[in-house]
């Protein structure tokens, strides 16, 4: 490419990695239950303030913060399960990585997720991976910060409203801003792999 962004892989072969599994989310509390669990945060958090009186109008408004809640926070479990897919699809490029007398020198021993697998981030960019609106960066920094998909009583409602992509955007930039080295990015015509949707369990 010539582009000093990018490492100097030697050849002109295009590297083939394994492909990128991304799991759906996993079935399980119906959308009713989680509407019902969104409305107790209302409720605790009594994020309504003044309503009017009317007891028909203050009760559809919860209804409609509570859904909001929930929608919010499907989305947000979203993020992760992309984030928790991108951390397995490193793992399984590394093993690609070890394999290959070209590629091996590029990987750097540490703690894993070390941050100089953020390279493999700017990959997925470059290439364009189609993510139906989820955020690369927002879902990997989502999965640094939760090993676990939390529960939804976990939130407050001002964390899924306003503060989770600031706090998973943080999350990716200062683990990212780690590496070693900055510029060690992979040139994105050298490698090929597939993106491959799996169905929610």
């Not at 509390?29 to 009594?46: F, H, Q, Y």
């Not at 007891?55 to 859904?67: G, M, P, S, T």
């Not at 993020?79 to 590629?103: A, K, M, N, P, Y």
């Not at 040139?187 to 597939?194: G, K, M, N």
């Amino acid at each position: 490419m010539g582009d000093g962004r990018y490492i100097d892989i030697p050849g002109s072969a295009t590297h083939e990695l394994p492909p990128l599994l991304v799991h759906g989310a996993q079935e399980g509390t119906p959308l009713s239950e989680v509407v019902g669990m969104a409305a107790g945060i209302v409720e605790a958090e009594d994020i309504l303030g003044y309503v009017p009186v009317d007891e028909n109008l203050l009760e559809q408004r919860k209804y409609d913060l509570a859904l909001n809640l929930a929608e919010q926070y499907l989305r947000l479990m979203a993020h992760w399960q992309w984030g928790d897919s991108i951390l397995e699809w490193i793992r399984q490029c590394e093993i690609t990585f070890e394999s290959s007398d070209s590629l091996r020198r590029f990987l750097h021993p540490d703690v894993w997720p070390h941050a100089g697998r953020s390279s493999f981030v700017n990959l997925l960019m470059e290439k364009s991976v189609p993510t139906h609106g989820v955020g690369v960066e927002n879902a990997v920094g989502l999965r640094l910060t939760f090993r676990q998909p939390p529960p939804i009583d976990c939130f407050s409602n001002q964390f899924l409203f306003y503060l989770n992509s600031t706090l998973t955007t943080t999350a990716y930039r200062t683990w990212a801003h780690l590496a070693q080295d900055a510029s060690a990015l992979f040139p994105p015509d050298r490698f090929h792999f597939q993106v491959v949707e799996l169905p929610s369990a």
